[in-house]
Nanobody, 126 residues
């Protein structure tokens, strides 16, 4: 399973960015897909949930970004989007695409388990 993120960059406070993550490979099923972030200086195991969306469309959004960030998905394209508005300097982080699901081909499946993208940098200047 490959998760390819795009859309990160440098933006001024109050600005907007849209992240995309395309999932490909031997994906059998997706339970949830979304985004975590790792702020500068934080350890990898302290990645913070940003937002996820389940196969049924239920969303789980961190309180710190509610009302500013919106998660959506295109099931046909196995793609998830994160629209980030009214960005703040504290949103600066590496944003990682996350997928929880089952991978493999007929007769040989693994999971459900977590899959991670390589990350995309989002920097918000004050």
């Amino acid at each position: 399973v490959q998760l390819v993120e795009s859309g990160g960059g440098l933006v001024q406070a109050g600005g907007s960015l849209r992240l995309s993550c395309a999932a490909s490979g031997s994906i059998f099923s997706i339970n949830a897909i979304g985004w975590y972030r790792q702020a500068p200086g934080k350890q990898r195991d302290l990645r913070e949930l940003v937002a996820t969306i389940s196969s049924g469309g239920d969303t789980n959004v961190a309180d710190s970004v509610k009302g500013r960030f919106t998660i959506s998905r295109d099931n046909a394209k196995n793609t998830v989007y994160l629209q980030m508005n009214t960005l703040k300097p504290e949103d600066t982080a590496v944003y990682y695409c996350y997928l929880h699901g089952v991978a493999g081909i007929a007769g040989s499946y693994t999971g459900p388990r977590d899959f991670w993208g390589q990350g995309t940098q989002v920097t918000v200047s004050s």
